[in-house]
């Protein structure tokens, strides 16, 4: 199985400042045939089922704010929330779609200093 | 609009067998384009993938899972189904049903069915 860390585990920022969300994976998600990397980026707000933010490690899904970005290839990838929103309160999880099983990290929460 | 609907008792006891069933509408379960699957996620701990389904019919299961797990689809009635056999309290959780795009990225969830294994 491809194991998935995040770090840090939580992490406390202030409103309109930056956070940032690092995830690495135990072997590479970059699918060479079509240069995509296979991960995802998730939130999670309290009582709601995860919402996809990011695909293939840079590409906002449909209607989410530009304040989401996403870095890396390989093996290492970074979350970036820009000017943070009390709205951004949650916890992230990165997963892997590369082969199953379709494993994610263990969440990092996300709040407001 | 895409809707996924997860329905099913919401309360077992050991060693009974969960049966959920996704109700899938706004998308057709039969294309080739997408495939369909299942994550659950124990009160206050983080998302576990259980399995998915293609189009063809080929099911993937989480090898800790896999000699309990059963997923099928109904598309006659735009469906998809999770069993799992000989539940413990560990089966205790949030199950989501989600629909995998992007080369297999659970895009779309449903709003999640709680299942509790209490004797």
């Known amino acids: ?113 | 609009h895409l809707q996924l609907h997860e329905s099913g008792p919401g309360l077992l006891k050991p060693s009974e067998t969960l049966s959920l069933t996704c109700s899938v509408s706004g998308a057709d379960i039969s294309s080739n384009t997408y495939y369909w699957g299942w994550i659950r996620q124990p009160p206050g701990k983080g998302l576990e993938w259980i399995g998915s389904v293609y189009y063809s019919g080929w099911t993937d299961y989480s090898p800790s899972l896999k000699s309990r797990v059963t997923i099928s689809t109904d598309t006659s009635k735009s469906q998809f189904s999770l069993k799992v056999k000989s539940v413990t309290a560990a089966d205790t959780a949030v199950y989501y049903c989600v629909k995998h795009e992007f080369y297999g990225c659970p895009v779309h969830w449903g709003q999640g069915a709680l299942v509790t294994v209490s004797s």
């Open chain 1, 1 to 113: 199985d491809i194991v998935m860390t995040q770090s840090p585990d939580s992490l406390a920022v202030s409103v309109g400042e930056t956070a940032t969300i690092n995830c690495r994976s135990s072997q590479s998600v970059l699918y060479t045939s079509n240069d995509k990397d296979y991960l995802g980026w998730f939130q999670q707000k309290a009582g709601q089922p995860p919402k996809l933010l990011l695909h293939s490690a840079s590409t906002r899904d449909s209607g989410v704010p530009d304040r989401f970005s996403g870095s890396g290839s390989g093996t290492n990838f970074t979350l970036t929330i820009s000017s943070l929103q009390a709205e951004d309160v949650a916890v992230y999880y990165c997963q892997q779609y590369y082969t199953p099983p379709y494993t994610f990290g263990q969440g990092t929460k996300l709040e407001i200093k």
